[in-house]
């Protein structure tokens, strides 16, 4: 298998590959600017020394007499050459094409030619108004030679450049892939289910959104996690319970230590208990799960507050307690009428079982939501954040009051939420616990009218008797 290269290593070989391009194609561009000024110079430089022999030879007795002293004396030592062009009107091959006419013509003519396979600068000047002119040439290697320093020069330049650019690259990679690095080690801890340290916020942007993100996820994991491992603790105690209970009236039984009247009606009764909880369990199985689907569509909050109120109605004489439905008017809104019923029966169940005898559980329905109050113990303020956990609830109250299995309203959050909606609780001192349902409203006709009554602040049974021979209340 062949190991890929590092992040650091790709940074730094991509960093210094582009330096390296760009200062290439600096040093080509540089190179041949610099050549050509250089020859610019130098045949600038070739030019002015042509003007000043040609204005000696203006004045002198023989023009060009003195030519071969000069090019042995002088010029010879610098690598030049003087020529004389003693008759213009003859073709030279010191000035090829129409560089002889223009010179005739008394033009200063400036340039490279080639003699004999050698290139040369040249610079020719007309002696006067005679047929005579004045060629100085000077080998264009020497302007080569001129280059080289200024061409050594770039190269050194962009030796130290590229230099610098592979430490800057180093350090540069360094710095990105550091809190990559620890990113990837905090990673690997995670998988190995060791809670990793929070990972520095540092470096550019992106990799500080990336640590940051990373922390996110852990705190949300480590939550997770806690969270799942009391779900299990308190599923595992509530699963124990009615097994523990089931298992010791049947060797009771066994034994004759119990009356089978008494232990077939606990057994039952621990039965029915443990099929609730597993069936709340699947709920929220199922909630989590793609095949669970909520089906929207427009529905009237006020029909189901009244079916809610016929479901637990008889329920609701077995514990004592009056069960009402309020709703003045067809409560239009969108959601999934089978979940909502649902939503709904968890509360009111939840509210008969808390509700003590003689007092009221009120189901209303209005334009904006669907209410669930009695007049139950309530809560304390310091529960109301808490109130939709799995199991918060029946672990703070089973010693004292008549809890369920601590799943119908986490069930009842997630189904509300599957729909678009929202659920709160609120308590209101002496008046017990009110849990409001919002759903998403819709504008629609063909609904029943709901019931012909106002809602009412909600009293205990019998304290507001009249109520009850202008409101229809179903129990």
Not at 128 to 139: E, I, Q, S, T, W
Not at 399 to 424: A, Q
Not at 428 to 436: A, C, L, S, V
């Amino acid at each position: 298998m062949n190991r890929r290269r590092s992040l650091r290593t790709n940074l730094f070989v991509a960093t210094v590959l582009v330096v390296a391009l760009s200062v290439g194609l600096m040093l080509v561009v540089g190179a041949v600017l610099t050549r050509r000024q250089v020859e610019h110079a130098t045949l600038e430089g070739l030019a002015h020394q042509a003007d000043v022999l040609t204005a000696r030879e203006v004045f002198a007795i023989l023009p060009l007499a003195h030519v071969p002293a000069l090019n042995k004396v002088v010029l010879a030592k610098q690598q030049e050459r003087a020529v004389a062009v003693n008759n213009l009107r003859r073709p030279t091959p010191y000035l090829p094409g129409n560089r002889l006419a223009r010179v005739r013509k008394g033009e200063d003519v400036n340039g490279t030619v080639r003699i004999n396979g050698t290139e040369y600068f040249f610079a020719a000047r007309r002696i006067g108004k005679g047929p005579k002119a004045l060629v100085l040439l000077r080998p264009r290697s020497r302007g080569n030679s001129a280059f080289y320093p200024f061409l050594i020069g770039l190269l050194i330049a962009a030796g130290a450049g590229i230099s610098l650019a592979a430490l800057a690259a180093l350090l540069l990679a360094r710095r990105i892939v550091r809190p990559v690095r620890r990113v990837v080690d905090a990673t690997r801890h995670l998988a190995e289910e060791r809670d990793p340290k929070p990972v520095p916020i540092e470096g550019p942007y992106e990799i500080a959104s990336l640590a940051r993100a990373f922390n996110e996820m852990v705190e949300q994991l480590a939550r997770a996690r806690a969270a799942e491992k009391q779900f299990l603790l308190s599923v595992s105690h509530e699963l124990k319970t009615p097994l523990t209970a089931i298992r010791g009236y049947a060797e009771g039984v066994a034994d004759g230590a119990f009356d089978l009247d008494e232990a077939v009606a606990t057994i039952s009764l621990e039965a029915a208990r443990l099929e609730r909880l597993v069936g709340d369990l699947l709920d929220l199985a199922r909630i989590n799960r793609t095949d669970f689907s909520i089906h929207r569509e427009q529905l009237d909050l006020a029909a189901i507050a009244q079916e809610a109120v016929r479901r637990y109605e008889a329920q609701a004489r077995d514990f004592g307690v009056t069960l009402e439905a309020f709703a003045p008017a067809a409560s239009p809104a969108v959601g999934d009428p089978d979940r909502l019923l649902q939503v709904t029966s968890n509360l009111v169940e939840n509210a008969l079982r808390l509700t003590p005898r003689g007092g009221v559980v009120r189901v209303s329905a209005d334009r904006e939501a669907l209410v669930v109050e009695d007049t139950g113990p309530g809560l304390s303020k310091e529960d109301l954040p808490r109130a939709f956990e799995r199991f918060y609830l029946h672990s703070r109250y089973s010693s004292d009051r008549p809890v369920g299995t601590g799943l119908g309203l986490s069930i009842v959050k997630e189904l509300t939420h599957g729909m678009d909606g929202t659920v709160d609780v609120e308590i209101t001192p002496g008046h017990g616990t009110r849990f409001t349902v919002r759903l998403p409203r819709a504008e629609g006709v063909g609904f029943t009218d709901g019931l012909p009554a106002a809602n009412r602040d909600l009293t205990q049974d019998g304290d507001d008797a009249s109520a009850e021979s202008d409101q229809e209340v179903f129990r």
